[in-house]
């Protein structure tokens, strides 16, 4: 049991990158947890970790022993549940990960109420716009938008995240509103820059051709909130998903424009290690996550999270 614990010690050291934050997340004091860890590198006779008063890093037979030891501490867990009969409920910690914008605006209320649905449960959300690997930060599950590559993973389409051509009223009154794809080249266009040929918008027209419009914009952001504040301010048009807009549009400070021009919509994927032998916890986030996205779900973005975040989101569909 002393071994199976350093570990799961030297595990959280290496994910949490400090002694002092594996000991605070495991309610253990930093010495004891030096103490294993040293206590692991002598009975190995082996550097598993570089650490100075600034910073610690796993070694190159570090890594590698980390890798052993999840699948370890995986064994043990799953061998723990037959016993204890822990497939059958949701229960445990459940490592989920997520985008910034819609993980904190969207995802991260529901979780909460989730939790609050089964008290026994813990969560540990990592926000990150980036595909990261499921395996090497040890998630049970991740909330992906965008289309789902095909690979080794599970995955489970939870529904649609929808984008929208929006603009205040004011610019349109001053500058006419665009009818077709071809009007846009003549407006002032607020453009998100987190992907690659960022300056096309995609669409489908009303007769059902597809088209891409190049655009030339005086603003670009990484971030969709400033897109809409940007479009409040009577700066121009813009796509973002309709969730990050609602509010704007609700009120009357945007209006959705070409609304008979179809954009590409995002579809929201639930991703986790092996499509075998999901555990409960997870298939039950799955479902409630799955109810909660569907119908219109993104018209009332305020039933999720009251503030919003000036963060931004992973690829847009617009331009993928």
Request: net charge neutral.
């Amino acid at each position: 049991m002393d071994r199976l614990m350093e570990m799961q010690i030297f595990m959280r050291v290496v994910e949490m990158g400090s002694f002092s934050r594996a000991a605070r997340e495991m309610k253990l004091t930093q010495p004891t947890v030096t103490k294993h860890i040293n206590s692991m590198e002598g009975r190995l006779n082996a550097r598993l970790l570089n650490r100075n008063q600034r910073a610690v890093s796993v070694t190159e037979i570090g890594a590698r022993y980390y890798e052993k030891c999840k699948d370890v501490v995986r064994d043990y867990e799953e061998a723990q549940d037959v016993v204890l009969g822990r497939h059958t409920h949701v229960e445990g910690l459940i490592r989920v990960g997520t985008s910034l914008t819609f993980g904190r605006r969207i995802v991260s209320p529901l979780l909460v109420k989730f939790m609050q649905a089964h008290p026994n449960l813990r969560v540990d959300v990592n926000h990150d716009d980036r595909y990261v690997d499921l395996v090497a930060l040890g998630l049970d599950v991740a909330i992906r938008l965008g289309s789902l590559a095909d690979s080794s993973l599970g995955g489970r389409y939870l529904g649609l995240n929808p984008w929208v051509m929006v603009a205040s009223p004011a610019y349109l009154t001053q500058y006419g509103e665009p009818k077709t794809h071809t009007d846009l080249s003549r407006h002032a266009c607020l453009i998100y820059s987190s992907v690659q040929e960022d300056d096309y918008w995609r669409m489908r027209t009303p007769s059902g051709e597809r088209v891409s419009v190049f655009l030339h914009g005086r603003l670009r952001s990484n971030n969709l909130s400033s897109l809409v504040t940007a479009a409040r301010a009577d700066m121009g048009i813009t796509i973002v998903p309709h969730y990050v807009a609602a509010e704007a549009i609700s009120t009357g400070a945007v209006r959705q424009i070409m609304a008979d021009h179809v954009l590409p919509d995002q579809e929201i994927h639930a991703v986790y290690p092996s499509p075998k032998l999901v555990p409960v916890k997870v298939t039950e986030l799955i479902l409630f996550l799955k109810e909660a996205f569907q119908d219109e779900w993104w018209r009332n973005p305020t039933a999720f999270d009251q503030t919003p975040a000036p963060e931004s989101v992973t690829a847009s569909p617009i331009n993928a």
